[in-house]
Protein backbone atom coordinates (compact mmCIF):
# COMPACT_ATOMS: atom_id res chain seq x y z
CA UNK A 1 0.00 0.00 0.00
CA UNK A 2 0.86 3.69 -0.75
CA UNK A 3 0.88 6.63 2.10
CA UNK A 4 2.07 10.03 2.68
CA UNK A 5 1.64 9.65 6.40
CA UNK A 6 3.02 7.02 8.96
CA UNK A 7 0.17 6.89 10.41
CA UNK A 8 -3.44 5.12 8.40
CA UNK A 9 -6.31 3.93 9.65
CA UNK A 10 -7.03 0.47 9.89
CA UNK A 11 -9.70 -0.29 7.55
CA UNK A 12 -7.50 1.34 4.39
CA UNK A 13 -4.67 -1.23 6.02
CA UNK A 14 -6.68 -4.20 5.94
CA UNK A 15 -7.84 -3.61 2.79
CA UNK A 16 -4.72 -2.82 0.93
CA UNK A 17 -2.48 -5.64 2.53
CA UNK A 18 -5.23 -8.52 2.69
CA UNK A 19 -4.00 -8.48 7.13
CA UNK A 20 -6.85 -8.70 9.33
CA UNK A 21 -6.20 -7.13 12.63
CA UNK A 22 -7.02 -9.98 15.25
CA UNK A 23 -6.87 -10.05 19.38
CA UNK A 24 -4.62 -13.18 18.07
CA UNK A 25 -2.38 -10.81 15.45
CA UNK A 26 -2.63 -9.90 11.76
CA UNK A 27 -4.23 -12.68 10.38
CA UNK A 28 -4.63 -14.17 6.98
CA UNK A 29 -6.98 -16.87 6.59
CA UNK A 30 -5.52 -19.13 9.36
CA UNK A 31 -2.36 -17.94 9.43
CA UNK A 32 -1.44 -15.42 11.97
CA UNK A 33 1.55 -13.12 12.98
CA UNK A 34 1.33 -12.37 16.71
CA UNK A 35 2.24 -8.38 17.14
CA UNK A 36 3.50 -7.54 20.60
CA UNK A 37 2.34 -4.92 21.21
CA UNK A 38 -1.33 -5.40 19.86
CA UNK A 39 -2.00 -2.58 17.82
CA UNK A 40 -4.96 -0.05 19.38
CA UNK A 41 -7.60 2.27 17.81
CA UNK A 42 -8.63 2.78 14.61
CA UNK A 43 -4.88 4.81 14.05
CA UNK A 44 -2.22 2.70 13.49
CA UNK A 45 1.60 3.66 13.19
CA UNK A 46 2.55 1.41 9.76
CA UNK A 47 5.87 1.81 10.27
CA UNK A 48 6.07 -0.02 13.89
CA UNK A 49 3.69 -2.51 12.20
CA UNK A 50 5.46 -3.21 9.14
CA UNK A 51 8.38 -4.11 11.25
CA UNK A 52 6.39 -6.15 13.42
CA UNK A 53 4.78 -8.46 10.77
CA UNK A 54 7.96 -8.33 8.39
CA UNK A 55 6.87 -5.84 5.47
CA UNK A 56 9.15 -4.39 3.71
CA UNK A 57 9.01 -0.43 3.63
CA UNK A 58 10.00 2.11 0.66
CA UNK A 59 10.69 5.60 1.17
CA UNK A 60 10.84 8.15 -1.46
CA UNK A 61 11.85 11.10 0.41
CA UNK A 62 10.91 13.80 -2.48
CA UNK A 63 7.81 12.97 -2.59
CA UNK A 64 7.27 12.01 0.89
CA UNK A 65 5.54 8.95 0.57
CA UNK A 66 5.78 5.34 1.77
CA UNK A 67 5.06 1.79 -0.37
CA UNK A 68 4.58 -0.85 1.79
CA UNK A 69 5.18 -4.26 0.49
CA UNK A 70 3.86 -7.53 0.93
CA UNK A 71 4.38 -10.25 3.23
CA UNK A 72 6.95 -13.29 2.08
CA UNK A 73 5.61 -16.20 4.33
CA UNK A 74 7.26 -19.39 3.40
CA UNK A 75 8.49 -17.73 0.49
CA UNK A 76 5.41 -17.87 -1.57
CA UNK A 77 3.40 -15.43 -2.64
CA UNK A 78 0.27 -16.33 -1.09
CA UNK A 79 0.10 -17.08 2.82
CA UNK A 80 -3.25 -18.18 2.97
CA UNK A 81 -5.66 -20.25 0.44
CA UNK A 82 -8.74 -17.53 1.81
CA UNK A 83 -9.00 -14.69 -0.87
CA UNK A 84 -8.68 -10.93 0.56
CA UNK A 85 -11.33 -8.84 -0.07
CA UNK A 86 -9.69 -7.35 -3.44
CA UNK A 87 -11.42 -3.88 -3.46
CA UNK A 88 -10.78 -1.85 -6.74
CA UNK A 89 -12.70 0.57 -9.03
CA UNK A 90 -14.46 -0.25 -11.93
CA UNK A 91 -14.60 2.21 -14.88
CA UNK A 92 -17.30 4.74 -13.32
CA UNK A 93 -14.83 4.66 -10.05
CA UNK A 94 -17.52 2.80 -8.32
CA UNK A 95 -16.18 0.46 -5.61
CA UNK A 96 -16.37 -3.19 -5.89
CA UNK A 97 -15.56 -5.65 -2.92
CA UNK A 98 -14.55 -9.37 -4.05
CA UNK A 99 -16.69 -10.09 -0.82
CA UNK A 100 -19.73 -9.42 -2.41
CA UNK A 101 -19.62 -12.69 -4.16
CA UNK A 102 -19.85 -14.76 -1.22
CA UNK A 103 -21.83 -18.27 -2.23
CA UNK A 104 -20.75 -18.18 -5.65
CA UNK A 105 -17.74 -19.34 -7.10
CA UNK A 106 -15.67 -16.46 -8.92
CA UNK A 107 -13.41 -16.80 -11.95
CA UNK A 108 -11.51 -13.37 -11.51
CA UNK A 109 -9.90 -12.75 -15.18
CA UNK A 110 -6.20 -9.95 -15.32
CA UNK A 111 -5.90 -8.51 -18.04
CA UNK A 112 -4.26 -5.40 -19.85
CA UNK A 113 -4.92 -2.87 -22.78
CA UNK A 114 -1.39 -2.75 -23.85
CA UNK B 1 -14.34 -12.39 -24.82
CA UNK B 2 -15.59 -13.53 -21.36
CA UNK B 3 -18.96 -12.41 -21.11
CA UNK B 4 -20.10 -15.16 -24.12
CA UNK B 5 -18.43 -17.43 -21.49
CA UNK B 6 -20.21 -16.02 -18.54
CA UNK B 7 -23.65 -15.87 -20.31
CA UNK B 8 -23.31 -19.95 -20.88
CA UNK B 9 -22.26 -20.55 -17.55
CA UNK B 10 -24.10 -18.16 -15.11
CA UNK B 11 -26.50 -20.39 -14.10
CA UNK B 12 -23.86 -22.57 -12.53
CA UNK B 13 -23.40 -20.16 -9.74
CA UNK B 14 -20.29 -18.37 -10.78
CA UNK B 15 -19.44 -15.17 -11.39
CA UNK B 16 -16.91 -14.03 -13.84
CA UNK B 17 -14.41 -10.31 -12.74
CA UNK B 18 -12.33 -9.06 -15.08
CA UNK B 19 -9.19 -6.87 -13.90
CA UNK B 20 -7.46 -4.48 -16.27
CA UNK B 21 -4.39 -3.92 -14.89
CA UNK B 22 -3.21 -0.57 -16.11
CA UNK B 23 -1.40 2.46 -14.29
CA UNK B 24 -2.84 4.42 -17.10
CA UNK B 25 -5.84 3.69 -15.23
CA UNK B 26 -9.68 3.72 -16.55
CA UNK B 27 -9.64 5.88 -19.46
CA UNK B 28 -7.22 3.14 -21.19
CA UNK B 29 -8.76 0.09 -20.27
CA UNK B 30 -12.37 2.34 -21.23
CA UNK B 31 -12.49 1.68 -25.09
CA UNK B 32 -11.69 -2.07 -24.35
CA UNK B 33 -14.47 -2.68 -22.09
CA UNK B 34 -17.14 -0.98 -23.87
CA UNK B 35 -16.09 -2.92 -26.88
CA UNK B 36 -16.61 -6.01 -24.76
CA UNK B 37 -19.90 -5.09 -22.98
CA UNK B 38 -19.62 -7.03 -19.94
CA UNK B 39 -22.34 -7.36 -17.44
CA UNK B 40 -20.13 -8.86 -14.74
CA UNK B 41 -18.00 -7.15 -12.60
CA UNK B 42 -14.90 -5.23 -14.75
CA UNK B 43 -12.47 -3.45 -12.50
CA UNK B 44 -9.80 -1.35 -12.91
CA UNK B 45 -6.45 -2.05 -10.86
CA UNK B 46 -4.08 0.81 -11.58
CA UNK B 47 -0.87 -0.58 -8.57
CA UNK B 48 -1.28 -4.27 -9.55
CA UNK B 49 -2.67 -5.14 -6.36
CA UNK B 50 -3.42 -8.59 -8.03
CA UNK B 51 0.44 -8.77 -8.07
CA UNK B 52 0.26 -8.53 -4.39
CA UNK B 53 -2.47 -10.26 -3.24
CA UNK B 54 -3.01 -13.15 -5.21
CA UNK B 55 0.48 -13.62 -7.27
CA UNK B 56 -0.50 -12.33 -10.58
CA UNK B 57 2.97 -11.98 -13.06
CA UNK B 58 1.30 -12.25 -16.56
CA UNK B 59 -1.66 -11.57 -18.20
CA UNK B 60 -4.33 -13.12 -19.17
CA UNK B 61 -4.21 -14.48 -15.18
CA UNK B 62 -7.03 -16.16 -13.29
CA UNK B 63 -8.01 -17.11 -10.11
CA UNK B 64 -10.43 -19.58 -9.34
CA UNK B 65 -12.57 -19.09 -5.47
CA UNK B 66 -15.22 -21.20 -4.49
CA UNK B 67 -18.32 -20.08 -2.74
CA UNK B 68 -16.48 -20.28 0.91
CA UNK B 69 -14.11 -17.63 -0.64
CA UNK B 70 -11.28 -19.70 -0.50
CA UNK B 71 -8.80 -19.89 -3.48
CA UNK B 72 -8.82 -23.40 -5.81
CA UNK B 73 -6.53 -22.55 -8.33
CA UNK B 74 -3.87 -19.76 -8.08
CA UNK B 75 -2.72 -17.46 -10.08
CA UNK B 76 -2.52 -19.19 -13.58
CA UNK B 77 -2.12 -18.61 -17.31
CA UNK B 78 -6.01 -17.86 -18.47
CA UNK B 79 -6.52 -17.94 -22.28
CA UNK B 80 -10.38 -16.97 -23.18
CA UNK B 81 -12.12 -19.45 -24.30
CA UNK B 82 -12.81 -17.87 -28.06
CA UNK B 83 -9.65 -17.12 -28.65
CA UNK B 84 -8.23 -13.87 -30.20
CA UNK B 85 -5.73 -14.71 -32.65
CA UNK B 86 -2.36 -12.62 -33.52
CA UNK B 87 -4.19 -11.31 -36.68
CA UNK B 88 -7.28 -10.07 -34.65
CA UNK B 89 -4.93 -8.45 -32.45
CA UNK B 90 -3.13 -6.60 -35.40
CA UNK B 91 -6.72 -5.89 -36.77
CA UNK B 92 -7.87 -3.92 -33.78
CA UNK B 93 -4.95 -1.76 -33.71
CA UNK B 94 -6.82 -0.40 -36.57
CA UNK B 95 -5.73 0.83 -39.85
CA UNK B 96 -2.43 1.80 -39.67
CA UNK B 97 -0.56 1.28 -43.67
CA UNK B 98 2.36 -0.32 -43.05
CA UNK B 99 2.82 -2.05 -40.20
CA UNK B 100 6.67 -1.29 -38.37
CA UNK B 101 9.30 -4.03 -38.74
CA UNK B 102 9.69 -4.43 -35.02
CA UNK B 103 5.20 -4.67 -35.04
CA UNK B 104 5.98 -7.71 -37.01
CA UNK B 105 8.53 -8.91 -35.31
CA UNK B 106 6.78 -8.53 -32.02
CA UNK B 107 3.26 -10.56 -33.95
CA UNK B 108 5.43 -13.36 -35.00
CA UNK B 109 7.12 -14.27 -31.35
CA UNK B 110 3.62 -13.53 -30.06
CA UNK B 111 2.17 -16.41 -32.25
CA UNK B 112 4.70 -18.90 -31.06
CA UNK B 113 3.50 -18.59 -27.17
CA UNK B 114 2.17 -21.37 -26.64
CA UNK B 115 -1.58 -21.70 -24.58
CA UNK B 116 -3.95 -24.86 -24.22
CA UNK B 117 -6.99 -22.70 -24.51
CA UNK B 118 -9.06 -26.56 -24.73
CA UNK B 119 -7.61 -27.82 -21.66
CA UNK B 120 -7.78 -24.85 -19.44
CA UNK B 121 -11.82 -24.57 -20.43
CA UNK B 122 -12.70 -28.43 -20.03
CA UNK B 123 -10.65 -27.99 -16.45
CA UNK B 124 -13.01 -24.84 -16.10
CA UNK B 125 -16.04 -26.61 -17.14
CA UNK B 126 -14.89 -29.88 -14.67
CA UNK B 127 -14.50 -27.28 -11.85
CA UNK B 128 -19.03 -25.64 -12.56
CA UNK B 129 -19.61 -29.16 -12.96
CA UNK B 130 -18.35 -31.03 -9.71
CA UNK B 131 -17.11 -28.29 -7.13
CA UNK B 132 -14.77 -29.63 -4.73
CA UNK B 133 -14.99 -33.19 -6.04
CA UNK B 134 -13.14 -31.91 -9.34
CA UNK B 135 -9.78 -33.02 -9.34
CA UNK B 136 -9.09 -29.06 -10.73
CA UNK B 137 -10.07 -28.09 -7.37
CA UNK B 138 -6.70 -27.99 -5.31
CA UNK B 139 -6.51 -28.32 -1.43
CA UNK B 140 -5.43 -24.97 0.79
CA UNK B 141 -1.93 -26.72 0.88
CA UNK B 142 -1.43 -27.04 -2.96
CA UNK B 143 -2.87 -23.51 -3.29
CA UNK B 144 0.04 -21.40 -1.20
CA UNK B 145 2.92 -24.12 -2.62
CA UNK B 146 1.73 -23.49 -6.49
CA UNK B 147 1.29 -19.51 -5.73
CA UNK B 148 4.67 -18.61 -6.94
CA UNK B 149 8.00 -17.80 -5.24
CA UNK B 150 8.09 -14.69 -3.23
CA UNK B 151 11.97 -13.80 -1.57
CA UNK B 152 11.92 -11.24 0.89
CA UNK B 153 13.64 -9.11 -2.04
CA UNK B 154 10.83 -9.64 -4.23
CA UNK B 155 8.45 -8.19 -1.47
CA UNK B 156 10.98 -5.26 -1.59
CA UNK B 157 10.54 -5.16 -5.33
CA UNK B 158 6.56 -5.05 -5.36
CA UNK B 159 6.93 -2.05 -3.00
CA UNK B 160 8.73 -0.52 -5.75
CA UNK B 161 6.78 -1.43 -8.32
CA UNK B 162 3.45 0.55 -6.28
CA UNK B 163 5.61 3.26 -5.61
CA UNK B 164 6.54 3.55 -9.21
CA UNK B 165 3.13 3.35 -10.15
CA UNK B 166 2.26 5.85 -7.33
CA UNK B 167 4.64 8.48 -8.42
CA UNK B 168 3.58 7.78 -12.33
CA UNK B 169 0.05 8.67 -11.85
CA UNK B 170 1.35 11.71 -9.94
CA UNK B 171 2.89 13.16 -12.75
CA UNK B 172 6.62 12.20 -11.77
CA UNK B 173 7.40 10.12 -14.84
CA UNK B 174 11.11 10.23 -14.22
CA UNK B 175 11.20 9.55 -10.65
CA UNK B 176 9.38 6.38 -11.23
CA UNK B 177 11.40 4.67 -13.78
CA UNK B 178 13.95 4.43 -11.24
CA UNK B 179 11.24 2.51 -8.94
CA UNK B 180 9.82 0.38 -12.36
CA UNK B 181 13.70 -0.41 -12.62
CA UNK B 182 14.13 -2.04 -9.14
CA UNK B 183 11.03 -3.66 -9.51
CA UNK B 184 11.91 -5.89 -12.82
CA UNK B 185 15.40 -6.76 -10.70
CA UNK B 186 13.73 -7.68 -7.41
CA UNK B 187 10.88 -9.72 -9.22
CA UNK B 188 12.48 -10.79 -12.60
CA UNK B 189 9.83 -13.23 -12.53
CA UNK B 190 7.06 -10.68 -12.88
CA UNK B 191 6.31 -9.99 -16.67
CA UNK B 192 3.31 -8.03 -16.12
CA UNK B 193 5.65 -5.40 -14.42
CA UNK B 194 7.82 -5.17 -16.99
CA UNK B 195 5.25 -4.37 -19.77
CA UNK B 196 3.97 -2.00 -17.39
CA UNK B 197 6.92 -0.01 -17.82
CA UNK B 198 7.56 -0.39 -21.38
CA UNK B 199 3.79 0.50 -22.13
CA UNK B 200 4.30 3.85 -20.42
CA UNK B 201 7.06 5.01 -22.30
CA UNK B 202 6.50 7.01 -25.83
CA UNK B 203 9.07 5.50 -27.82
CA UNK B 204 6.95 6.07 -30.87
CA UNK B 205 3.17 8.18 -31.43
CA UNK B 206 0.00 6.66 -32.46
CA UNK B 207 -1.70 3.66 -31.86
CA UNK B 208 1.22 1.94 -31.27
CA UNK B 209 2.83 3.43 -28.87
CA UNK B 210 1.76 1.47 -25.82
CA UNK B 211 2.61 -2.19 -28.08
CA UNK B 212 5.94 -0.64 -29.22
CA UNK B 213 7.25 -1.62 -25.61
CA UNK B 214 10.71 -0.70 -26.70
CA UNK B 215 13.13 1.81 -28.39
CA UNK B 216 12.36 3.24 -31.26
CA UNK B 217 15.03 2.60 -34.09
CA UNK B 218 18.34 4.01 -33.54
CA UNK B 219 17.44 5.94 -30.18
CA UNK B 220 18.55 2.29 -28.32
CA UNK B 221 20.45 4.79 -26.05
CA UNK B 222 17.67 6.78 -24.40
CA UNK B 223 15.64 3.54 -23.80
CA UNK B 224 15.59 3.32 -19.64
CA UNK B 225 15.08 -0.15 -19.50
CA UNK B 226 17.30 -2.91 -19.08
CA UNK B 227 15.09 -5.18 -21.23
CA UNK B 228 12.35 -4.84 -24.20
CA UNK B 229 9.21 -6.75 -25.03
CA UNK B 230 11.02 -8.18 -28.14
CA UNK B 231 14.62 -9.15 -26.71
CA UNK B 232 13.13 -10.75 -23.55
CA UNK B 233 10.68 -12.78 -24.90
CA UNK B 234 13.73 -13.80 -27.18
CA UNK B 235 15.63 -14.43 -24.72
CA UNK B 236 13.04 -16.77 -22.80
CA UNK B 237 11.79 -18.56 -26.10
CA UNK B 238 8.27 -17.05 -26.47
CA UNK B 239 7.44 -20.74 -25.97
CA UNK B 240 7.93 -20.48 -22.52
CA UNK B 241 6.24 -17.44 -22.27
CA UNK B 242 3.31 -19.13 -19.98
CA UNK B 243 4.06 -21.92 -18.11
CA UNK B 244 1.99 -24.86 -19.68
CA UNK B 245 -1.19 -25.70 -17.64
CA UNK B 246 -0.90 -28.43 -15.12
CA UNK B 247 -3.86 -30.34 -13.64
Known sequence: MITDSLTVDRATFEQRTGWTLKPEGACKGDHCIPLNPAPEGDRLDVG??????????VHD????????????????????????????????????????????????VAWSPY | MWQAFRNQVRDQGIEV????????????????????????????????????????????NSIWI????????????????PSVTVEQRASNLGDMGDIPQRMLEI????????????AYEAALRDWLANGADSQFALSADQVIDRSGPRSADAAIGHAHFEMATYLEKAGAHDAAIGHFRQAHELVPENFAYRRQAWSLESA????????????????????????????DVREMGAENYYPSFTP
Not at chain 1, 80 to 102: C, I, Q, V, W, Y
Not at chain 2, 209 to 216: D, L, T
Request: aromatic share 6%; charged share 20%; net charge negative.
Open chain 2, 107 to 118: FGEASKIEVNAP
Open chain 1, 48 to 57: VLAEQMGLPV
Open chain 2, 66 to 81: DEQGMIVRPAEAAPAP
Open chain 2, 204 to 231: VDGPLARFWQGPAEGSEGEWPYAGDWLS
Open chain 2, 17 to 60: VTVGMDTAGAEACRPFIEAALPEHPSLIDEHHQLAQLFGVINIP
Open chain 1, 61 to 108: ADHRVWAIGPESIGARSLASAEAPNLTLPDLDGKMFELHSLRGRKVLI
